[in-house]
């Protein structure tokens, strides 16, 4: 009994990773579709670089790069310095990519900036869902896929109908 009632425990454990995840992909997600009715107003980028670390696993280390961008815009007369870019952009580590990025940013005299109309120090340069803000919400959802299905597995073989057991073993 005790043997059962740790692999519940652990399973549960493992389903409610997955169903966090999915919590936070949603969130993310709704985040940047609210993005999409905000207010536009003109910037000017005040710095960009792009920013170098490493991120350390448990079997090796590997090199990330992320443009770190600052720039300024007014709100009705007052201003604001912002430094988001889109709400799914994340540091990677294809240079090529931010490096583009930051030339991008270079290279444009003048910037649209979205704001939040009800928080104005709110902002990004680019607003609504890209591709970027469906990849927790995915990573979830595969995490919960495997984790229930593993789940009702080890529910069937511990007390479930023995022939279904035997039919699954069988082929």
Request: aromatic share 8%.
């Amino acid at each position: 009994m005790l043997k059962e009632t740790i692999v519940v425990l652990v399973m549960g454990g493992l389903n409610l990773i997955g169903l966090l995840i999915v919590g936070y992909g949603l969130r993310d997600l709704i985040n940047a579709w609210r993005t999409t009715a905000w207010e536009k107003t003109s910037g000017r980028l005040t710095e960009a670089t792009i920013e170098e670390t490493v991120q350390k696993s448990s079997k090796a280390k590997r090199r990330v790069f992320e443009v770190k961008a600052t720039y300024d815009y007014d709100v009705g007369g007052r201003p604001f310095q912002g430094n988001n870019i889109t709400q799914s952009y994340i540091a990677t580590s294809e240079r090529d990519e931010h490096e583009s990025l930051l030339d991008a940013l270079r290279c444009i005299p003048s910037l649209n900036v979205y704001y939040d109309p009800l928080r104005p120090e709110k902002s990004t340069l680019i607003p609504g869902i890209d591709g970027g803000a469906f990849s927790r919400l995915a990573m979830g959802t595969m995490w919960l896929a495997a984790t229930v299905g593993i789940s009702g597995m080890i529910l069937l073989i511990q007390g479930g109908d023995p022939e279904l057991i035997r039919s699954i073993s069988m082929g």
